[in-house]
């Protein structure tokens, strides 16, 4: 079973910042695709940003050049750098991962998993 911890949220000033983590555990085989998504009060989910299989990472017009998404080595957990906060970025914030899990017999394709979400609040 896999699981995705989230963590790094909180309150934060205007013009701060704050680093989310995204941690992935279980029997993970391979990452096929990582990302961010939020989920601001009253609005619908919206992407933030991601990280296909290949590597490119692609950002929403609001984070692009405020936010980075990164992975470490080993692939299992994701970071969101976000930095020149704005009110406008309260939300909740959640990970997805595509993972493929297990080995041999027991390997299973490609399937989405999601955090429980961690609030991030910019107020002064």
């Known amino acids: 079973q896999v699981r995705l911890e989230e963590s790094g949220g909180g309150l934060v000033q205007p013009g701060g910042s704050l680093r989310l983590s995204c941690t992935a555990s279980?029997?993970?085989?391979?990452?096929?695709?990582v990302g961010w998504y939020r989920q601001p009060p009253g609005k619908q989910r919206e992407l933030v940003a991601y990280?296909?299989?290949?590597?490119?990472?692609t950002y929403a017009d609001s984070a692009r050049g405020r936010f980075t998404i990164s992975q470490d080595n080993a692939e299992t957990t994701v970071y969101l750098q976000m930095s020149s906060l704005r009110p406008e970025d309260t939300a909740i914030y959640y990970c997805?991962?595509?993972?493929?899990?297990?080995?041999?017999?027991?390997?299973?394709?490609?399937?989405?998993?999601w955090g429980q979400g961690i609030q991030v609040t910019v107020s002064s």
């Open positions: 997805t991962q595509k993972l493929s899990t297990g080995r041999g017999p027991g390997w299973r394709g490609p399937s989405d998993y």
């Open positions: 279980g029997d993970i085989g391979s990452v096929y695709f």
């Open positions: 990280i296909s299989g290949g590597g490119a990472t």
